[in-house]
């Protein structure tokens, strides 16, 4: 395949269709893009056409309300609406007359063409998922994907296309949004995370093992030309789709941005398994988390210097170990990296979490081997638990403090809510890293701090004490941190306004202590470090 041409997914040598999803015919998808938008088949003309309750109903899973919303406007025919909305949110049969009223342009032969809509029962049903979705931007777009086991009970295909899952839009509100020339987008999917990356990259290399991902990929794109600024006939010039696993379609290229939703669920693997015994969405395999610490080892090999990485992943903890203690054995020296866990379960739960994502829980007989290979195969490897979260690595330009001695290794585990997106957050502290990294302790004792404005301060003390026994910062916003302070550094916070430079507020402090010793001192500023790290403190605004 020419890696500067998006790979020809249409039809096979014979003119025949290949087994693939979508067609992705630019004059087709031209009037239905008209047609959606005429329609306001967007997030929010669905809601409104709904109602706040059937739509927050939906949004929990529950589409009884709903249904009988469009039953009503269906029985009413004056909202064309409320077909489209029947057929590709709620999975249901609709006639061909109400269709071809909601799409005067592309027609119910026009959907069936693209692959989007099948003969069922007397009318139309939905052949594939096509849904809107609101960018950084609020624009309004649509993503089409496999259709999920709640529309087609049963086991999910081997190699099923998944659509927008709360594991990619977490990813994409934590990819910090600065501009840059060249992004690889590792394990693109249905495309999802391109739609951001349009916003801030010149070009994008888009790569995928399943040609039927990068079909709906495609397919997202032309359907969403218009409003991505792309050219529906030279998408080329933007995005490049290539097909292969892991860096074989890139080779020694290199990108300024990696981003990476990769099929990091740990599955089992079994004897004389081939790979159409896998889900291609989401198990990568590999046995145990070889995925990710293949990733984390050799994805910094295509960053230009100074380059990031930044995706998601799963890891395996094993029994009485820190756990990022087998993270750590994976960086290469000169990266710098910052691993957020955002959850840890157990072996038992993880099993029960990916055998019901995948509707393997229908099937009595298979679900007992399944958890039992589940177990079985965590045990083999003395796994007690398994982490969830961020993954961030940059490489080091050879000229700044990334390496063995200068490098930033920051492990953190973040389980409770955060602010979304979170990316700002994650920018601001790879920003106080790089200021921190360049003050030596005689140039941070002259900076004036002040205290960030969303941290609050909270005192807690047994009835009738006289001073505090916990003094907690808190912060409102980004990470939500929260820091326990000792009694010198709560004055040093208490203090910190702009007014006074670092070392005064420390000298004073000593002499009030009577703690004038260089111990005092440098454990006060090591302190002051850290609180500007997490962003409890910020240099005083000139």
């Known amino acids: 395949m020419d890696r500067g041409q998006a790979p020809k997914l249409e039809r096979m040598s014979d003119g025949t269709r290949p087994d693939l999803p979508v067609l992705s015919d630019p004059i087709l998808l031209e009037g239905l893009a008209a047609d959606l938008e005429e329609l306001d088949y967007t997030v929010d003309g669905v809601a409104e056409l709904m109602g706040a309750a059937a739509n927050d109903a939906l949004d929990r899973g529950q589409p009884v309300p709903a249904l009988l919303r469009t039953r009503e406007l269906l029985d009413d025919g004056t909202n064309p609406l409320a077909a489209v909305v029947h057929l590709w949110l709620l999975g249901q049969t609709v006639d061909a007359e109400q269709l071809t009223a909601a799409w005067p342009r592309t027609g119910v032969a026009g959907a069936a063409e693209l692959g989007l809509v099948e003969e069922y029962d007397g009318g139309w049903r939905a052949a594939v998922d096509l849904r809107p979705y609101s960018a950084d931007d609020d624009a309004g777009l649509w993503i089409a994907s496999d259709l999920g086991s709640d529309q087609r009970p049963g086991v999910l295909r081997r190699d099923h296309v998944l659509g927008v899952g709360e594991a990619s839009l977490s990813l994409a509100q934590s990819i910090v949004r600065r501009d840059v020339d060249r992004c690889l987008d590792l394990g693109t999917g249905c495309g999802i995370q391109i739609f951001h990356l349009l916003r801030h990259v010149r070009h994008i290399v888009a790569t995928d093992i399943s040609e039927r991902a990068l079909a709906f990929a495609r397919f997202n794109l032309i359907l969403n030309a218009a409003a991505l600024g792309l050219d529906p006939h030279r998408l080329e010039d933007r995005v490049d789709l290539r097909l292969g696993s892991l860096l074989e379609p890139v080779g020694d290229e290199q990108f300024d941005l990696v981003v990476s939703n990769p099929p990091f669920v740990i599955t089992p693997r079994r004897d004389a398994e081939s790979a159409g015994d896998q889900f291609v969405y989401r198990d990568g395999g590999l046995p145990g988390d070889d995925i990710v610490s293949t990733l984390v080892r050799d994805l910094p090999g295509v960053l230009k210097p100074g380059g990031v990485l930044q995706m998601l992943g799963n890891w395996e903890i094993q029994d009485d170990a ?151 910062l808190r912060q409102g916003a980004g990470l939500r941190r929260t820091t326990l302070l000792s009694s010198e550094l709560a004055g040093f916070v208490s203090v910190c306004d702009g007014e006074l430079a670092a070392g005064q507020i420390i000298t004073a402090l000593g002499a009030l202590l009577e703690r004038e010793d260089q111990e005092f001192g440098d454990q006060l500023l090591a302190d002051v470090r850290n609180l500007i790290a997490d962003g409890f403190l910020l240099p005083a605004a000139a």
Not at 354 to 361: G, I, P
């Open 322 to 472: 820190a756990w990022h203690t087998r993270i750590e054995s994976w960086l290469s020296n000169g990266t710098d990296a910052w691993f957020i866990q955002r959850e840890e379960i157990a072996p038992e739960e993880y099993a029960e979490t990916w055998l019901r994502d995948a509707s393997e829980d229908r099937e009595e007989e298979a679900y007992l081997q399944s958890y039992t290979d589940y177990l079985t195969d965590f045990a083999s490897r003395d796994v007690a638990a398994i982490g969830f979260g961020f993954v961030w690595l940059r490489r080091g330009t050879g000229l700044d403090n990334s390496g063995p001695d200068g490098k930033l290794r920051r492990f953190e585990e973040i389980t409770h809510q955060i602010e979304q997106p979170v990316a700002p957050a994650i920018a601001a502290g790879i920003d106080r890293y790089d200021w921190l990294a360049a003050q030596s302790d005689d140039d941070l004792l002259q900076e004036h701090l002040e205290v960030a404005e969303d941290v609050t301060e909270e005192r807690h003390q047994r009835p009738g004490a006289q001073d505090p026994g916990v003094i907690l």
